[in-house]
C-alpha cells in the first residue's frame, strides 16, 4: 500500500488483512490489488545510515537555532513594533481585545463583525484576555511562528521519508520548505495555522491502513480537516479535491463503511457549527471580509489576482513553481508507486492551487497579498514527494555536492531573512494620525491602511473597504450609495484619505483596490483639508465633514 508504515500494516491481525483485500477488490474486479513493494535492506539500519541520520538530526538543531535566534532578536528592536507586521494583522487585533474587554466582535464599536479566519482569531482573542501588551503580542507572534516552522518541517520530512528519500536529503528539502512559509508564518495572519494543518491532514489522509480500522481515526481526520478549513476558509476548496478524488477511486469507495463516514462527518461538524453560528449573530454564512472581495458587477475573469504574484516571485516562490510544473510533468509516470489515497492527496494538493487562484480570479476583482500565496507553499511540498518518488531524480539530488549546496542554502535562507516589515510609511502615517485625532474627537472613516490606524485612535474607525463592516454595508457598496451619503450614515466626523498627487479636488473611490469590475462608492472632496502629511510618495489628507446631524 504505497509508502503506509510497515508499523501500521503489522498491527492488521491477517484476518483483518484478508478483509481489507476484499474489500479492495469489491466492485473492481477488472483493477488489481495493489500489493506492496517486496522488502528491501533499511539503510539506516546500517552504520553509515545511523551516521546520516544522527548528522540530519544535527542540521536540524542547528536550523531550528538559527530561526529561534531570527525571530528573538526582533522582540528587542528599539523600532516601534507595529513595523513588524502587516497593517491586517491589526484587523485581527482590534476586535480581538474589543472582545475581550466586553464590546463584542466589533472593529469600531458601530457594527458587528466577523470579518476574520475563526481559528487565527480565537487564538489571538485568547491572548487578549490576558495582556494587551505589545511586547507579549510580539513574542506569541514569535512564539505561533516557531511552532509553525517545527510543525511544518516535521509533517514535510514526514511525507519525504515515505516517499523514499533519506535522512539528510529529508532535512534539506524540508528545510527548503520551512524557509518558505517561515517568510509568511512571521507575518502574523492565520496562515501560520494553516500550512502545518494542511500538511497534518495530508499525513493522517495518507494513513489508509490504520483510518479504516476504526471510527474513531476518521474521527480524528474529520477534525483536522475542520481546523484546516477553520484556519482558512477558502480550504474548503482543498477539502472538496480530497472528496472528490475520494469519491472517484474504486478503490477507496470500496473501502469506505458507513461507520467510517460518520466518524469523519462528525469529526467535520465544528464546521458546519461555525455557518450556523455567522448566520445566526452575523447574518451571513461566510466571514465578510471575503465576501466584500466578491463584489464583481458581472463575471468576468479578473487579471490581478495573477498581476500581483510579481510582487512576491522570489527566490523561493520561483524555486516552488518549478518544482511543481517539473513535478505535474512526472506525476502520470509516477502515480502508479502511490496506493490509491496517497494518489488523491498528493494531486489534490498539485492541482490546489491552479483551481484555487481561477476560483479567485472568477469571484474577486482584487489583487491577493502575500499570504495568499500558501497554496504554493502547499503545492510546493507535494511537489518535493513526487520528486522523491522518481529514483533517477532523487539519486541526483542525494549526491554530496548537490547536498551540501541544498542544505547551505537552507541555511543562508533563513539566516539571512530578518523578521521585519516595509510598510514604514503606514506606520508612519497612524503615529502621526493619532496625534491629530487627540485633539480631534469624532467618529473616522478611512479604507486602505485602516487596521493600524484603527489600533491607535482613541475613536471608532469606519472601515471602507467593508472588510471588517457587516453585510448591510456590503449592500451599500453594492447598490453604489454615494460615498457622502455613506458617511453621513455612520456620522463620520473625518475621512482619511490617501493619494500620490495633489489635486484641489480628491476623486475618492471606496474601496479604492478593488478592480475595474468591482462596485464602488464614489465622492468628491475639494477645498483644502484639515491635515495633510506626506511619507515619501504617498500623501494623506484628512476632511473635516462637520457635526454629525
Not at 528573538?72 to 523600532?79: A, D, G, Q, T
Not at 476574520?116 to 489571538?124: E, G, K, M, N, S
Not at 476560483?359 to 497579498?369: E, K, Q, R, T
Not at 454615494?482 to 495633489?502: G, M, N
Request: charged share 15%; hydrophobic share 55%; glycine share 6%.
Amino acid at each position: 500500500m504505497g509508502f503506509v508504515p510497515i508499523g501500521l500494516s503489522l498491527a492488521l491481525r491477517p484476518e483483518q488483512q484478508a478483509l481489507y483485500a476484499r474489500r479492495m477488490t469489491n466492485g473492481t474486479a477488472a483493477e488489481p490489488v495493489e500489493t506492496p513493494a517486496p522488502p528491501v535492506a533499511n539503510p539506516i539500519s546500517s552504520p553509515s545510515g545511523r551516521g546520516e541520520l544522527r548528522l540530519a538530526k544535527l542540521l536540524a538543531c542547528g536550523f531550528f537555532a538559527v530561526i529561534l535566534f531570527t525571530l528573538v532578536v526582533p522582540l528587542f528592536s528599539k523600532l516601534s513594533w507595529t513595523t513588524l507586521v502587516p497593517d491586517d494583522f491589526f484587523y485581527y487585533l482590534v476586535v480581538a481585545q474589543n472582545l475581550a474587554h466586553g464590546h463584542g466582535s466589533t472593529f469600531n464599536g458601530i457594527v458587528l463583525t466577523n470579518g476574520y479566519q475563526p481559528l487565527w482569531f480565537a487564538c489571538i482573542a485568547l491572548l487578549s484576555f490576558f495582556t494587551d501588551n505589545p511586547r507579549f503580542i510580539v513574542a506569541f507572534i514569535a512564539v505561533t511562528s516557531f511552532a509553525a516552522s517545527f510543525a511544518t518541517f516535521s509533517l514535510a520530512s514526514r511525507l519525504f521519508r515515505k516517499a523514499g528519500a533519506r535522512p539528510l536529503l529529508a532535512f534539506a528539502l524540508a528545510a527548503w520548505l520551512t524557509t518558505s512559509c517561515l517568510m509568511l508564518f512571521c507575518l502574523g495572519m492565520e496562515v501560520t495555522l494553516t500550512i502545518p494543518l494542511v500538511l497534518a491532514a495530508v499525513c493522517l489522509l495518507c494513513e489508509e491502513r490504520w483510518l479504516i480500522r476504526s471510527p474513531l481515526h476518521t474521527f480524528y481526520l474529520g477534525l483536522v480537516l475542520a481546523a484546516m478549513v477553520l484556519s482558512r476558509i477558502d480550504t474548503l476548496i482543498l477539502g472538496a479535491l480530497f472528496l472528490a478524488g475520494i469519491l472517484l477511486s474504486p478503490r477507496i469507495r470500496a473501502v469506505i463503511t458507513a461507520r467510517l463516514a460518520v466518524g469523519a462527518l462528525a469529526g467535520f461538524s465544528p464546521v458546519l457549527l461555525y455557518f450556523a453560528f455567522n448566520r445566526i449573530f452575523f447574518h451571513s454564512w461566510l466571514p465578510i471580509s471575503g465576501m466584500a472581495k466578491q463584489l464583481k458587477a458581472d463575471h468576468h475573469v479578473s487579471a490581478l489576482p495573477f498581476e500581483s504574484l510579481s510582487d512576491y516571485f522570489s527566490g523561493t516562490v520561483k524555486l516552488a513553481v518549478l518544482a511543481i510544473a517539473i513535478a505535474l510533468l512526472l506525476l502520470p509516470r509516477l502515480l502508479p508507486r502511490l496506493a490509491a489515497i496517497e494518489r488523491v492527496a498528493v494531486s489534490s494538493l498539485l492541482i490546489f492551487p491552479f483551481v484555487y487562484y481561477a476560483f479567485l480570479s472568477y469571484v474577486s476583482d482584487w489583487g491577493l497579498w502575500a499570504w495568499h500565496w500558501y497554496a504554493l507553499r502547499v503545492a510546493f511540498c507535494a511537489a518535493l514527494v513526487v520528486l522523491c518518488l522518481s529514483s533517477r531524480i532523487r539519486s541526483f539530488l542525494e549526491r554530496p555536492i548537490v547536498l551540501a549546496v541544498m542544505v547551505l542554502g537552507a541555511f543562508y535562507q533563513v539566516a539571512s531573512h530578518p523578521w521585519k516589515h516595509d510598510d514604514f510609511d503606514i506606520d508612519d502615517a497612524a503615529a502621526r494620525l493619532r496625534g491629530f485625532a487627540l485633539t480631534h474627537p469624532g467618529v473616522y472613516a478611512m479604507g486602505d491602511r485602516s487596521g493600524t490606524v484603527a489600533y491607535l485612535l482613541p475613536y471608532p474607525v469606519v472601515q471602507l473597504e467593508g472588510l471588517m463592516m457587516d453585510p448591510h454595508f456590503l449592500d451599500l457598496i453594492r447598490a453604489q450609495v454615494p460615498l457622502k451619503t455613506v458617511l453621513a450614515q455612520y456620522h463620520v466626523r473625518y475621512y482619511v484619505a490617501t493619494t500620490f498627487e495633489d489635486k484641489p479636488c480628491f476623486e475618492a473611490v471606496e474601496p479604492a483596490l478593488a478592480g475595474p469590475h468591482s462596485f464602488h462608492m464614489r465622492g468628491e472632496f475639494c477645498g483644502t483639508p484639515i491635515f495633510r502629511f506626506a511619507y515619501g510618495h504617498k500623501i494623506t489628507l484628512v476632511y473635516d465633514l462637520g457635526p454629525p446631524r
